[in-house]
């Protein structure tokens, strides 16, 4: 294996107007072993420079961790225990923060349990580091345990950070009545919401049917000096199209440029779904004709979207077109949403041109979608 000094010497050779972080990244993300990912990667950790980017640490677990390679993540991150930064709490933070995002939770945690034998401090950032863990793996019936006690016990205060955690947790559960009385318990305690506490609250009402509480945290946001973003619009506008109030919905997107803020592909989505739910091929078309012509670009949700409607309707031409958009777009679709658009040219005998799809999508490199040609009826 190359020696540390050379690995640096090549990456500071292949371009001087590079940043070390971006010769890191570069550098991992072309090896496409990923067993020499991960001894490079332990390689370069020998590298206080390289022990400094974060953002390298992130891409590289997201990598392994797409490919289900979780001893693999247990290895690199393991392995950095040996270095001096595990004793400073945003080193220990950022092993908490990826082991939780891989779904790692009782490594996570184990990292936290061994900071003070580390004379690690463990302040109410780590503290909000584990909480997070809990939620990006999962493991909500530990999260309320520990939002109650261990405060108390590391002598620390809950801050509006560990509130926002704790309401994302609470409404990822559908436990929307703890996650209003967290809020309500926010104030009491000498803090101030803030756009995250209202735009997770409403993004889990409006999301899930609870348009009246909703639409009371809308007003509660609107009598603050908080003003709201494109998700907090995304959220109501989803809450709008889920009452039927599609018309509502219209003339709420229409306020997003008297605001000065641009709608994405959500709002877009929002208002596609309420005609797709209201049987509009046309005024679906439409929208989808905005969104292209729009600065943002439709995502797997509006091609899942179209293409069930779309293929429930019997357009299947559009159902194709939309297809090879999806792929020529990069979005990963569901391969049951694909498989629609087969099934709908087989139904009308359209059996070649089926079989041109099933070859694209089978082919592409970003995922394999196992699509079929299903027998004709009859057969």
Same mark, same amino acid.
């Given at each position: 294996?190359?020696?540390?000094?050379?690995?640096?010497?090549?990456?500071?050779?292949?371009?001087?107007?590079?940043?070390?972080?971006?010769?890191?990244?570069?550098?991992?993300?072309?090896?496409?072993?990923?067993?020499?990912?991960?001894?490079k990667f332990k390689k370069l950790s020998?590298?206080?420079?390289?022990?400094k980017h974060a953002n390298v640490y992130?891409?590289?677990?997201?990598?392994?961790?797409?490919?289900?390679?979780?001893?693999?993540?247990?290895?690199?991150?393991?392995?950095?225990?040996?270095?001096?930064?595990?004793?400073?709490?945003?080193?220990?933070?950022?092993?908490?923060?990826?082991?939780?995002?891989?779904?790692?939770?009782?490594?996570?945690?184990?990292?936290?349990?061994?900071?003070?034998?580390?004379?690690?401090?463990?302040?109410?950032?780590?503290?909000?580091?584990?909480?997070?863990?809990?939620?990006?793996?999962?493991?909500?019936?530990?999260?309320?345990?520990?939002?109650?006690?261990?405060?108390?016990?590391?002598?620390? *205060?809950? $801050?509006?950070? !560990? @509130? /926002?955690?704790? +309401?994302?947790? =609470? %409404?990822?559960? &559908?436990?929307?009545?703890? #996650?209003?009385?967290?809020?309500?318990?926010?104030?009491?305690?000498?803090?101030?919401?803030?756009?995250?506490?209202?735009?997770?609250?409403?993004?889990?009402?409006?999301?899930?049917?609870?348009?009246?509480?909703?639409?009371?945290?809308?007003?509660?946001?609107?009598?603050?000096?908080?003003?709201?973003?494109?998700?907090?619009?995304?959220?109501?506008?989803?809450?709008?199209?889920?009452?039927?109030?599609?018309?509502?919905?219209?003339?709420?997107?229409?306020?997003?440029?008297?605001?000065?803020? *641009?709608? $994405?592909?959500? !709002? @877009? /989505?929002?208002? +596609?779904?309420? =005609? %797709?739910?209201? &049987?509009?091929?046309?005024? #679906?078309?439409?929208?989808?004709?905005?969104?292209?012509?729009?600065?943002?670009?439709?995502?797997?949700?509006?091609?899942?979207?179209?293409?069930?409607?779309?293929?429930?309707?019997?357009?299947?031409?559009?159902?194709?077109?939309?297809?090879?958009?999806?792929?020529?777009?990069?979005?990963?679709?569901?391969?049951?949403?694909?498989?629609?658009?087969?099934?709908?040219?087989?139904?009308?005998?359209?059996?070649?041109?089926?079989?041109?799809?099933?070859?694209?999508?089978?082919?592409?490199?970003?995922?394999?979608?196992?699509?079929?040609?299903?027998?004709?009826?009859?057969?």
């Open positions: 294996m190359a020696s540390i000094s050379r690995i640096f010497r090549t990456f500071f050779s292949t371009s001087v107007s590079k940043s070390p972080a971006k010769s890191f990244s570069d550098d991992l993300y072309k090896e496409h072993n990923l067993k020499r990912v991960v001894q020998e590298s206080h420079m390289f022990r992130g891409n590289t677990v997201r990598r392994l961790a797409s490919a289900k390679k979780f001893n693999w993540i247990e290895e690199i991150l393991e392995d950095q225990k040996q270095y001096d930064e595990i004793s400073k709490e945003g080193f220990a933070v950022r092993l908490i923060s990826l082991y939780g995002k891989s779904g790692m939770f009782d490594h996570a945690f184990k990292v936290f349990d061994e900071m003070p034998e580390r004379k690690c401090p463990q302040t109410v950032k780590s503290f909000n580091a584990l909480l997070g863990a809990c939620v990006n793996a999962k493991k909500f019936d530990k999260l309320d345990g520990f939002f109650r006690d261990l405060p108390e016990k590391l002598s620390i *205060k809950s $801050d509006i950070v !560990s @509130y /926002n955690t704790a +309401i994302k947790a =609470f %409404c990822e559960m &559908g436990s929307f009545d703890s #996650a209003v009385s967290l809020f309500d318990e926010v104030e009491k305690n000498g803090l101030k919401p803030d756009l995250i506490t209202f735009n997770t609250l409403l993004i889990g009402l409006y999301g899930n049917r609870k348009f009246v509480d909703g639409e009371r945290f809308w007003a509660k946001m609107r009598n603050t000096s908080i003003s709201p973003d494109i998700r907090t619009y995304n959220a109501r506008l989803v809450g709008l199209v889920a009452e039927k109030k599609l018309s509502e919905a219209v003339e709420f997107f229409g306020e997003l440029g008297l605001k000065d803020l *641009k709608p $994405d592909e959500f !709002s @877009y /989505n929002a208002i +596609i779904q309420g =005609f %797709c739910n209201d &049987g509009n091929l046309e005024q #679906a078309k439409n929208w989808y004709a905005n969104l292209m012509e729009s600065d943002s670009a439709p995502n797997k949700a509006t091609f899942a979207i179209l293409i069930r409607f779309v293929c429930k309707t019997g357009d299947i031409d559009w159902a194709v077109e939309l297809f090879k958009q999806a792929v020529q777009e990069k979005c990963l679709l569901d391969p049951n949403v694909m498989q629609l658009v087969i099934d709908g040219l087989v139904k009308e005998s359209k059996t070649e041109e089926a079989k041109k799809l099933v070859d694209i999508g089978n082919s592409n490199k970003f995922r394999r979608y196992n699509l079929i040609i299903p027998a004709a009826e009859g057969e």
